[in-house]
Every structure is written in structure tokens, then in C-alpha cells.
């Protein structure tokens, strides 16, 4: 039967081997701190600001906005039900290429520009790269560098004339520049949503590289993000709105030019008793009377379809409303303890390596044997 191993030996034995490998643990430590140390130096500040909201719909069951059309003659029920839009949906409208657009050339304010400028225009004029962003480019970064001159670069697309659709609806696909990709990509780390479909909250996190810009930027997405989804819930709606807005108009016309052509048939046969100037303002009048029944008519379904648009606007009751961050999200002291201790664990596992390598070898010499 083997011996029994102490486990207090077995610690005093590595507590030992450290001791004796004390050097190499330093020496690892202290080049990751120095490490450490540059890098949280040429490290860039960034902000963080995060604002909570709930948006809130009104319930199909809820009989206010009925009672009030019913008093007008509108029955709502037979109006249009509005399509519900998932929160799960929220965040893939904050990643759309339009909403990143969007936000991208919206003026902000930062430190270097006298006036608020866009995204877009601060990259291009304003920040420039440091000497740290330079030698990481050409040592790091030197494959990528080479690889991108290799390569071929794409041309500018440009659309053709006209579209696909309809002469009232053109439809032409989103074409972004080549300095607009570039932006898109750091766009996916800038803004980012969270919806809590339990809880039916929606979580907004902006990450900016000052701190004004980086407040303006999450109220230019938060207000952007409650238009989308006003958008979303009232198009439906909003569409046969507009719809029963142009035959309102035009039955409105129509009842008004019917009345102006009674009145002039009246006026014309008041002193007049003839059989064809009474078949003739018969004529008028019945014209008259359908197209201000129309005209009433149509009325209503307007009314009823102003009220469902405001019946599917959801109002939003913000919770946690955008503050101006006073501190960076990221921390100096934080990335120089990380890598300092990143650099003790190496050293550590090198002398314990070192330990234990003859002992393996000597074990699998055995188990060749």
C-alpha cells in the first residue's frame, strides 16, 4: 500500500519551490507591471452613461378611448388592432444601419470644437491618433497594416437613377461610404440595449469619450429609440389615417361644391315653378344629401382614426433619466493591477513548471518501461 501524502508537506514543498524561484516571479511581475503601467497610460478614457425607461401602451380592454368615441358616434371596435412589436425586437432596431446613421451625424459637443459637430466629422478633423496609437499600428497592428494595403480596395457604389416601386413610392437599398463602415463597426460597442421583456424595461448603455458627448449621445438615442418605436406601433394606424384623411378631403370637396350648386339652383328657381327646373333642383338636392351623408360618414371614421393612432402611441415614463457621468468607466489602477497580477501568475506557474517537469519526465520514462 502507497504511503500516505501530507497535504501540509505538499504546500510547504511549493511554498518552498516559490522561495527558491523568488527571482523569476519578480522579474515576471515587474515587466508585466511596467507592462501594465504603459498601457494604462495610453489608455483612452471612456464614459459611460446608462438610462432606463418603460414604454406603455394602452390595453385593447381599456374602455376610456371607447366611451369617449362612442359619445361621438365611432365604434372602435371595428377599427384596426395594433400589431404588438416584441421587446425582444428593441434591440435590433438600436443595431439597425439606419438607427446607427442616424446617430452618427447627430451634432454633439466635445472639447476640441467650438460648435457641436457630428461623429463623423470629430473623427475626420478633430482626434487625432497619439504616438502610443502609432506604435501600436505598426507592431501589433503590422499584419493588418500590410494585409489592407495588399488587398484591393472595394470602389464607391453608386446607385443608379430611378428605384424600384412605384412613381408615389420609390424604394433604392442603404449604401454606406467606406468612412461609414468604419464607423459602424465602433458604432456596435458605442450604444447597446437591453429589454427585459419580464419586466418590460428597457436598459440603454451609451459609451462615449467625453463626458457631454457621451450624455448628449444617450438622449439623441433614447429620444431616436422612443421615435422608432412610436413608428412601429402607430404605422399601421397612421396609414389608414392618412387614407381616410385623402377621401375625407375629397368627399368634404365634393359635399361643398354639391351645396354651392343647390344654392345657385334655389336662387334660380325661386321665382320659377317649372317641372324641369323641380326635377332639376330634386337632382341637386338628392346629390347633396348623399354627398353630405358621405360627407358624415366620413367624419367619424376619421375621428375614430385619429383616436386609434393615439390609442397606439405608447408613452414612455423614463426611470432612470440620462446624468452626466463624472468619472471614466474604465480605471488606470484596475488594468495595472490585472496585469501585475497577470504577470505574478506566470512567474509562479514558470517555477512550478520548472518543479514539476523533471518528475514528469522521469514518470513517463517509467511508464515507457
Not at 39 to 53: G, I, N
Not at 77 to 91: E, K
Not at 250 to 256: H, L, P, S
Request: proline share 5%; with cysteine; glycine share 4%.
Amino acid at each position: 500500500m502507497p504511503p500516505m501524502v501530507d497535504d501540509g508537506l505538499d504546500m510547504m514543498a511549493l511554498a518552498k519551490q516559490l522561495w527558491e524561484g523568488k527571482k523569476t516571479v519578480i522579474i515576471w511581475t515587474c515587466v508585466f507591471m511596467v507592462l501594465g503601467l504603459v498601457s494604462a497610460l495610453t489608455m483612452k478614457r471612456t464614459y459611460q452613461v446608462t438610462t432606463m425607461m418603460v414604454p406603455q401602451v394602452a390595453s385593447k380592454s381599456s374602455s376610456s378611448l371607447s366611451s369617449l368615441a362612442a359619445l361621438a358616434g365611432v365604434d372602435l371596435t371595428t377599427t384596426s388592432q395594433t400589431a404588438d412589436l416584441s421587446p425582444i425586437v428593441y434591440p435590433q432596431i438600436v443595431s439597425s444601419v439606419p438607427f446607427q446613421l442616424e446617430l452618427m451625424y447627430a451634432p454633439l459637443h466635445y472639447s476640441k470644437a467650438d460648435t457641436a459637430v457630428s461623429m463623423m466629422v470629430y473623427y475626420k478633423e478633430y482626434a487625432k491618433a497619439t504616438f502610443f496609437d502609432n506604435v501600436k499600428k505598426y507592431t501589433i497592428g503590422l499584419p493588418g497594416v500590410i494585409l489592407g494595403k495588399l488587398k484591393k480596395e472595394a470602389p464607391e457604389i453608386v446607385l443608379p437613377a430611378g428605384g424600384v416601386g412605384t412613381e408615389e413610392e420609390v424604394l433604392k437599398p442603404i449604401v454606406v461610404t467606406k468612412d461609414e463602415e468604419k464607423m459602424l463597426k465602433s458604432m456596435g460597442t458605442a450604444v447597446s440595449l437591453l429589454a427585459d421583456k419580464k419586466e418590460g424595461t428597457l436598459t440603454l448603455t451609451v459609451n462615449g469619450i467625453e463626458p457631454i458627448q457621451t450624455a448628449e449621445l444617450a438622449m439623441k438615442a433614447q429620444q431616436l429609440l422612443q421615435d422608432e418605436i412610436t413608428r412601429f406601433r402607430t404605422e399601421k394606424a397612421q396609414n389608414e389615417l392618412n387614407y381616410i384623411q385623402a377621401r375625407y378631403d375629397e368627399v368634404k370637396a365634393e359635399a361643398e361644391a354639391c351645396q354651392v350648386a343647390l344654392a345657385n339652383v334655389i336662387d334660380r328657381t325661386t321665382e320659377t315653378v317649372s317641372k324641369r327646373a323641380r326635377i332639376e333642383s330634386e337632382r341637386i338636392q338628392a346629390k347633396y344629401n348623399l354627398a353630405n351623408s358621405l360627407y358624415t360618414d366620413m367624419a367619424k371614421q376619421l375621428e375614430a382614426a385619429k383616436m386609434q393612432v393615439k390609442k397606439d402611441t405608447p408613452t414612455f415614463t423614463v426611470i432612470q433619466p440620462v446624468k452626466v457621468p463624472m468619472q471614466p468607466s474604465n480605471s488606470r489602477a484596475k488594468k495595472l493591477v490585472i496585469f501585475t497580477f497577470f504577470g505574478f501568475v506566470i512567474g509562479c506557474g514558470i517555477v512550478l513548471g520548472k518543479g514539476y517537469l523533471p518528475k514528469l519526465k522521469e514518470m513517463f520514462a517509467k511508464a515507457e518501461e
